[in-house]
């Protein structure tokens, strides 16, 4: 079954520090990757993609993410974290052949300065 | 651009009443997305529409959730009739052409309660 996991449902981080989130998946073809994040009371705002080519995807804000097919994972990261970073993050795939993104659970991002 | 445009971004209502989120896209978009959020489920895709037509009903809870696109500046998904557990965040989005590869652009939501 196709699926994305994002194993830790929250991740602390002091200002300054970098920071890691962590995303795995399993999906039967080539998949397509994205990170996005969630302020309070808003939508979801995109903040990269991984469709094909680098492995290494620079995005919004200073955050990138790190294609990895061996280890299918795309865990995002961030060198110095901010604590305006603070929010909900989600990964999301879908393949060439889907119907449908799947998102994951999120993780709650915490900043403190 | 606005940006995708929801209405209303609040409503309360009583079990049994009738409820009609409203979604505009973003104009030149082709592909439209309802997803309602949970603090138990997530994030879930009800339904999408690609060109004013729905291609994927799957996610749909039940019966009582209907969806429509007249058109391709509007969207509504109606319950009828609601219940509590219908209580969550219901989120549009839209994308260009290629929608599954492509970015996702998603309104501010509707928070719907149901008392």
């Known amino acids: 079954a196709q699926s994305v996991a994002q194993p830790e449902d929250q991740v602390n981080v002091a200002e300054g520090n970098p920071l890691t989130v962590k995303c795995t998946y399993s999906v039967s073809g080539n998949p397509y990757l994205f990170w996005y994040v969630q302020y309070p009371n808003r939508g979801l705002q995109f903040l990269l993609k991984?469709?094909?080519?680098?492995?290494l995807v620079k995005g919004s804000y200073g955050f990138e993410a790190e294609f990895n097919k061996s280890q299918t994972s795309f865990h995002l990261k961030k060198p110095s974290a901010l604590v305006s970073d603070s929010a909900l993050y989600f990964c999301?795939?879908?393949?060439?052949?889907?119907?449908?993104?799947?998102f994951g659970s999120g993780t709650r991002l915490s900043i403190r300065p | 651009d606005a940006g995708v445009i929801q209405s209303p971004r609040h409503e309360v209502t009583e079990m049994g009443q009738e409820v009609t989120l409203r979604c505009k896209p973003i104009s030149g978009h082709d592909y439209l997305f309802w997803y309602r959020q949970t603090m138990m489920r997530g994030l879930e895709l009800l339904i999408y529409?690609?060109?004013?037509?729905?291609?994927?009903d799957s996610g749909m809870p039940e019966d009582r959730f209907s969806a429509k696109m007249p058109n391709a500046s509007f969207s509504t998904l109606k319950i009828q009739p609601s219940e509590p557990r219908d209580s969550a965040v219901y989120f549009c989005?839209?994308?260009?052409?290629?929608?599954?590869?492509?970015?996702?652009?998603f309104g501010p939501g509707t928070r719907l309660l149901v008392l």
């Open positions: 999301a795939v879908t393949y060439s052949s889907a119907s449908k993104i799947i």
């Open positions: 991984y469709i094909t080519g680098d492995n």
């Open positions: 989005a839209s994308s260009p052409n290629r929608g599954l590869g492509e970015t996702q652009y």
């Open positions: 529409f690609n060109n004013n037509v729905p291609i994927d």
